[in-house]
């Protein structure tokens, strides 16, 4: 069964900062990765996600993740936060071609930045 | 702009009262999912259907908790007994295809006394 481990649980950072939050995964086999954002009191809403090819993926409001299979990684990366990035962030797994496969989460990354 | 419908948004019950938790999928999705998320445990996964029928319940507490789809636009879940260590906030999600994106819903928040 796949697991995924997210390492920092909360990151304080200043605005204009560089950020990396890291994400590790557990499957022997192929994955699809995913990174959703939870603003205060809000549900979850999908940031990015990797199914196949270029291994840098980008998504909305500036984020990217780069997925480095030897690593079982899939670290997520902003070059300049803003206080409005100010969420909670979790990375999740599934495994590729089951049909039974469920989508499992990460325990997340409070993110909190400073004006 | 589709998108999960879950009620209610808020419920504040008794220890041994019955909840039960209301989701409303994206028409035309076939994968129903439901996470509860606390503080300690983060997002767990409790239970998912694919077509209405469950694939995966593990994640339940099975002598209190129950999950189902009586038809395509509607997923349960209920807890009966409720106790104290049911407080979170319940998230229902739905998707396309298999493995696909999740949507998910605004979620309840449950507090039980």
């Known amino acids: 069964a796949q697991s995924v481990s997210q390492h920092n649980h909360h990151v304080i950072l200043s605005e204009a900062a560089s950020l990396e939050l890291g994400c590790n995964y557990s499957y022997g086999g192929t994955v699809n990765l995913f990174w959703y954002v939870q603003y205060p009191g809000q549900h979850l809403q999908l940031l990015l996600k990797y199914f196949s090819g270029d291994p840098l993926v980008k998504g909305i409001k500036g984020f990217e993740a780069e997925f480095i299979k030897s690593k079982f990684s899939f670290n997520l990366r902003k070059p300049s936060v803003q206080w409005s990035d100010t969420a909670e962030y979790f990375c999740a797994v599934t495994a590729r071609g089951s049909s039974a496969s469920k989508i499992i989460f990460g325990s997340g990354t409070r993110l909190s930045i400073r004006p | 702009d589709a998108r999960v419908t879950q009620t209610p948004r808020h419920k504040v019950t008794e220890m041994g009262q019955e909840v039960t938790m209301r989701c409303q999928p994206i028409l035309g999705h076939n994968t129903v999912f439901w996470y509860r998320q606390t503080m300690m445990q983060g997002l767990e996964l409790l239970a998912y259907f694919r077509n209405r029928a469950p694939l995966d319940d593990s994640g339940m507490p099975k002598d209190r908790f129950s999950a189902e789809m009586p038809d395509a636009t509607l997923a349960t879940l209920k807890i009966q007994p409720s106790e104290p260590r049911d407080s979170a906030v319940y998230f229902c999600?739905?998707?396309?295809?298999?493995?696909?994106?999740?949507?998910f819903g605004n979620g309840t928040r449950l507090t039980v006394t």
């Open positions: 999600a739905s998707g396309p295809l298999p493995n696909s994106p999740l949507h």
